[in-house]
């Protein structure tokens, strides 16, 4: 039976209604960052310059600073906790439909990928349906996400490098693995009343 007093993510945090902050501005922007990238690199005939090695940078520290911002500043918010993973998902997902086109990267690993992140959306789908707001990730979430951007970097950056792809390929499919069974023991336990931010 699910313990329904302890919240599962630790301890409680407060949650605002706010939509226009400084965090969620960052994380709507890091979805715009993909299409220029994509573009750019085809059309520099599939080469790495400054301008996508800026806007690549930006994408990453982007993901850091609005979780950081929002905390520092006491302005997580229910539309942030939404748009944060959202904006990880549609920028990961333009970037890697270009590098699977370009023939860089498996058409069913992406495949894989899709359907775990349609799997995760989908029970945040049910658990903001019932309880009317929306369930943050989780640390395994995130450290999957981290090893994912690792190798579609790498994959991008060092397209010959092909024992490290397979090795961080590897380390991702565990890791999503790993998290999505995560994910569905959170998801059945919030369903099942447990407290969770």
Known sequence: MANTTKNIDGKKVEVTGRVFTWSNTI???????????????????????????VLIVYGVISDYLDGFIARKTDTISELGKMIDPIADKLCALVLFVYTVWIGWIPL?????????????????????????????????????????????????????????????????????????????????????GAEFN
Not at 45 to 52: G, K, M, P, R, S
């Open 27 to 53: 994380s709507f922007s890091r979805i715009l960052v993909a299409f220029p990238v994509v573009y750019l690199h085809y059309l520099n005939d599939l080469q790495v310059n400054t301008a996508i090695m």
């Open 108 to 192: 069913w690993f992406l495949i894989f990928a899709v359907i775990r992140d349609s799997m995760i959306m989908l029970g945040s789908y049910y658990i903001k349906k019932k309880y009317d707001k929306v369930a943050m990730a989780i640390m395994s979430g995130k450290i999957s996400v981290n090893v994912l951007a690792l190798y579609w970097i790498a994959v991008f950056f060092f397209p010959d490098a092909g024992g490290v792809h397979m090795f961080l390929m590897a380390c991702s499919l565990t890791l999503m693995i790993i998290s999505w069974i995560d994910y569905f023991n959170r998801y059945r336990l919030i369903m099942s």
